[in-house]
């Protein structure tokens, strides 16, 4: 079924895509069609495995839907007639296409400051990797018997060459790590982050020796991680009392407003939409989907939201929609719904077929019919 659907496609592409040298001649009746006589609604026959519908305005514009196997089809745009024949494209969506709507409002719950807190903390973590990729591999390195000191030291001696071995290392690896920022950024190269990578294992595993001797010796391992901008607290290994992980005062997440892309209970986390909160005092505050399809800024119920301007931008294209919202405490989270027709792919820039009667035949021969319906 697979391949026949891909078979099918293929040829479907062919005669979609076919040069006007293949068409057949028309009557004279069917060359003098117009337009007003031409619009209607029609549906393909004689193509097994495949569906698909046309419809022609009269104000020249068209819509054009096929089903393939599990594959679908979509295109729009302007059509017109001549010579016996007409012709579909190139294919353009409307100005006036309604990408987005509204759907079910949300008071502000539990869902969605869970949602607001997890999406803080992943813009975080990025920005982390991003800032302080040495970081984002490996975890704490466990010391192993190859790195036990002598055999002929004593457990104090172990302890105390153990605290000078971590002593170095710490010094290395701060130079590795003040090399990594002051980096070329626009230089490709990556041996500096391999170098603080590499720094930073070794003197991990110094500080896990550190730890086992001075365990042995009834002594606390006392160490001083190197300095790190706050960002990459989020990947470090080592969290002292005074880091502060989570990379300072997280926002109070327990009011807000935002959209949910597609619904609260199955968002759509693969789009990237922008969402711009317009609130009764005249401020404007503005949020992306990003990662959980949730977009949101703190907002407190005194808060009155407004409008929401929301924007995708697409295979080049940039799809914005405006709306107005009644004033409801209840009402603080919107489900948005998405015209799903933007992400079909039109597969012909023109398609040509033939008039015949009441009928429109594709303009290679390839075979089926658009029989009218109406």
Not at 67 to 91: C, F, I, K
Not at 173 to 202: C, H, K, M, Q, V
Not at 282 to 308: M, Y
Request: net charge negative; glycine share 8%.
């Amino acid at each position: 079924m697979r391949n026949l659907s891909i078979n099918l496609l293929s040829a479907f592409c062919a005669f979609a895509l076919a040069p006007a040298a293949f068409a057949q001649p028309a009557s004279e009746g069917d060359a003098q069609a117009t337009a007003s006589s031409l619009a209607g609604n029609y549906h393909l026959t004689g193509v097994m495995e495949t569906a698909a519908q046309l419809q022609l305005d009269a104000d020249g514009s068209y819509k054009w839907m096929m089903m393939v196997g599990n594959l679908d089809l979509y295109s729009e745009g302007r059509w017109t007639q001549a010579g016996g024949q007409v012709t579909l494209g190139p294919h353009r969506f409307g100005k006036d296409m309604p990408v987005f709507s509204l759907g079910e409002a949300y008071p502000w719950g539990r869902e969605e400051a869970d949602a607001a807190y997890d999406s803080d903390t992943i813009r975080l973590q990025n920005r982390a990797k991003w800032q302080c990729a040495f970081l984002d591999a490996g975890g704490y390195y466990q010391s192993s018997d190859d790195t036990a000191a002598a055999e002929d030291l004593t457990p104090l001696q172990r302890y105390e060459a153990a605290a000078a071995s971590e002593a170095q290392l710490r010094i290395e690896y701060e130079r590795a790590i003040a090399a990594y920022f002051a980096r070329d950024l626009s230089d490709p190269d990556d041996n500096l982050e391999i170098s603080a990578r590499s720094a930073r294992r070794g003197w991990g595993q110094a500080v896990a020796v550190l730890a086992k001797s001075a365990r042995a010796v009834g002594k606390a391992a006392r160490y001083q991680p190197p300095s790190l901008p706050a960002d990459c607290f989020f990947l470090s290994d080592y969290t002292p009392e005074y880091a502060d992980r989570e990379s300072g005062p997280r926002i109070d997440w327990s009011e807000g407003v935002g959209i949910w892309v597609n619904r609260r209970e199955r968002p759509n986390a693969r789009l990237d939409i922008a969402a711009e909160f317009t609130f009764a005092d005249g401020s404007v505050e503005t949020a992306n989907s990003h990662e959980l399809g949730f977009a949101f800024v703190p907002a407190a119920d005194e808060r009155q939201l407004k409008t929401i301007r929301l924007t995708l931008r697409h295979n080049g294209s940039e799809y914005s929609s405006s709306f107005s919202v009644a004033s409801d405490r209840d009402a603080r989270v919107y489900a948005v719904k998405l015209d799903n027709r933007i992400f079909i792919k039109p597969p012909f820039e023109e398609l040509r077929l033939n008039i015949s009667g009441d009928d429109l035949v594709p303009a290679d021969g390839s075979g089926g019919a658009y029989l009218r319906r109406d």
